[in-house]
């Protein structure tokens, strides 16, 4: 009977030592990220369950064992679905279907090296390097200064989503331009943005900034997106680098609904 007890107890308390540990991590994400409407679920969620595991203390003993059975039954089901999943995905999932539709329909291979494995081969023949936007860089609490585009007039690897890795070769101030853009005397339209505006992942001349430019030929376009990008980003790009163009007819600022404002945008904040 006293082992029972104690067997009894000793999950009523990892069950509400776990519940605790998980309503504290939202607490911490939701404070650090300033992200309580994209958590808020979670919050409540978690603190309900904080809730009922410290009132399971309290409670006969019977009722903790269903509560034990009932958890650990969830418990074991959720995390065995997800591990399914992940398995299917890594194994024979979406990924290799895509890849076999795609060598169906352009009769081309599938490039299924990884970025490090094509600037690894490409880094032997050229001047190469991969594309680091400040997206990447603004969780980092210890930059005191933040970098605005890539590197300057060098070919820079982008992504892989076609079957392709996307490869364009960056301006003078390191984005997604031909570099004598620069030099006309008026820019028809500025356009800033995030990942579909710096081009992921296509090649020049069929990304945003290309195709405005094969209907506008007397005056330039100038491309000042970067992948991940949110309006504080893209307003100081905008301060920065706007008094380099003479004559500006329009600023074009593409917004993508799902993040910018809700993630990205409380990201660059913090």
Same mark, same amino acid.
């Given at each position: 009977?006293? =082992?029972r007890?104690?067997?009894?107890?000793?999950f009523s308390?990892?069950?509400?030592l776990?519940?605790?540990?998980?309503?504290?991590?939202?607490?911490?994400?939701?404070?650090?990220?300033?992200?309580?409407?994209?958590l808020?679920?979670?919050?409540y969620?978690?603190?309900i369950?904080?809730?009922?595991?410290?009132? %399971?203390?309290f409670?006969? %003993?019977?009722?903790?064992?269903?509560?034990i $059975? $009932?958890s650990?039954?969830?418990?074991?089901?959720?995390?065995?679905?997800?591990?399914? $999943?992940?398995?299917?995905?890594?194994?024979?999932?979406?990924?290799?279907?895509?890849?076999k539709?795609?060598?169906?329909?352009? #009769?081309?291979?599938? !490039?299924t090296?990884?970025?490090?494995?094509?600037y690894?081969?490409?880094?032997?023949?050229?001047?190469?390097?991969?594309? $680091?936007?400040?997206?990447?860089?603004?969780?980092?609490?210890?930059?005191?200064?933040?970098?605005?585009?890539?590197?300057? =007039?060098?070919?820079?690897?982008? +992504?892989?989503?076609?079957?392709y890795?996307?490869?364009?070769?960056?301006?003078?101030?390191?984005?997604?331009?031909?570099?004598?853009?620069?030099?006309?005397?008026?820019?028809?339209?500025?356009?800033?943005?995030?990942?579909?505006?710096?081009g992921? +992942?296509? #090649?020049?001349?069929? !990304?945003?900034?290309g195709?405005?430019?094969?209907?506008?030929?007397?005056?330039?376009?100038?491309n000042?997106?970067q992948?991940?990008?949110?309006p504080l980003?893209?307003?100081?790009?905008?301060?920065?680098?706007? =008094?380099?163009?003479?004559? &500006?007819?329009?600023? &074009?600022w593409?917004?993508?609904e799902?993040?910018?404002? #809700?993630?990205?945008?409380?990201?660059?904040? #913090?």
């Open positions: 009977m006293y =082992k007890n104690l067997f009894i107890n000793f308390y990892i069950f509400l776990l519940s605790f540990l998980v309503f504290s991590y939202i607490v911490y994400k939701i404070l650090v990220d300033n992200s309580y409407d994209y808020k679920l979670y919050f969620s978690s603190f369950l904080f809730i009922f595991y410290l009132s %399971n203390i409670f006969k %003993n019977l009722i903790k064992i269903y509560t $059975i $009932i650990l039954t969830i418990g074991i089901s959720l995390y065995s679905f997800q591990a399914y $999943i992940i398995l299917n995905k890594l194994g024979s999932g979406l990924d290799e279907e895509k890849i539709e795609y060598e169906k329909i352009y #009769n081309l291979k599938f !490039d090296r990884s970025k490090l494995e094509i690894s081969e490409l880094k032997e023949n050229e001047k190469i390097t991969v594309s $680091i936007t400040p997206y990447n860089l603004r969780k980092d609490n210890n930059l005191k200064l933040i970098p605005l585009s890539g590197i300057s =007039k060098i070919r820079t690897i982008l +992504c892989n989503e076609s079957g890795y996307s490869i364009y070769k960056s301006d003078k101030f390191g984005f997604n331009n031909p570099d004598n853009e620069w030099n006309k005397e008026e820019a028809f339209a500025v356009i800033v943005g995030n990942s579909f505006v710096h992921s +992942c296509v #090649n020049p001349p069929n !990304d945003i900034g195709v405005l430019r094969s209907k506008v030929n007397t005056k330039s376009i100038i000042l997106g992948a991940g990008n949110a980003t893209q307003y100081a790009t905008l301060r920065e680098y706007l =008094k380099e163009i003479k004559i &500006v007819e329009r600023v &074009v593409f917004h993508y799902a993040n910018d404002l #809700n993630h990205d945008f409380r990201e660059e904040l #913090n």
